[in-house]
């Protein structure tokens, strides 16, 4: 497992970072990952939104052996998100800013990777309400890891490093 990096914020900078995360509804590591990679060349930036993405699904493996299912569940859905922003920046050097485009570049994805990437987006879309709802358990994201991991790992193989 990597290890994360521990910065120290004023409390109140730190909550309008939460705060801007949560108006984007995106996780606040989505949120710093944007904010970071955001001038960066589109090809540099899916490189990393990419490391992010795997990243994220470490510490979400992390957060799940620890039992803390939505930390997990919010960890995936951004590996997921991040996943397919990193798709369409090195495709198109396209930038990804809602939910909807997320969407509709997903279809992009299920006609050139499979039909498969319909489940994984599901899965992910799943552990997103699952944050926000606290409905599933850790075994609903073990399983969402599974085909979300897949995901990351078809769009990685495209990107190289």
């Known amino acids: 497992m990597t290890e994360g990096l521990v910065i120290r914020l004023p409390r109140a900078i730190a ?3 939460k705060r801007e995360a949560r108006r984007q509804g995106i996780s606040l590591e989505e949120y710093l990952v944007e904010l970071l990679a955001g001038d960066l060349d589109p090809r540099e930036r899916a490189r990393e939104y990419i490391e992010a993405a795997r990243g994220l699904l ?3 493996r992390g957060e799940l052996e620890k039992g803390n299912t939505r930390q997990a569940a919010e960890k995936a859905w951004s590996a997921a998100a991040l996943a ?3 798709y369409a920046a090195w495709i198109e050097g396209k930038r990804l800013t809602s939910h909807g485009e997320l969407w509709e570049y997903k279809r992009r994805l299920e006609k050139e990777l ?3 990437v319909s489940d994984a987006w ?3 879309t799943a552990m997103h309400v699952c944050f926000y709802e606290a409905w599933c358990a850790g075994q609903d994201v073990e399983e ?3 085909r ?3 995901l990351v790992e078809e769009v ?3 990107i190289p490093a």
Do not use: S, Y
């Open 144 to 146: 969402a890891l599974k």
């Open 148 to 150: 979300i991991e897949k």
């Open 114 to 116: 499979g039909e498969w």
């Open 122 to 124: 599901a899965q992910a």
């Open 58 to 60: 470490e510490e979400a």
């Open 15 to 17: 909550e309008r970072l």
């Open 156 to 158: 990685g193989k495209r």
């Open 84 to 86: 397919v922003k990193a």
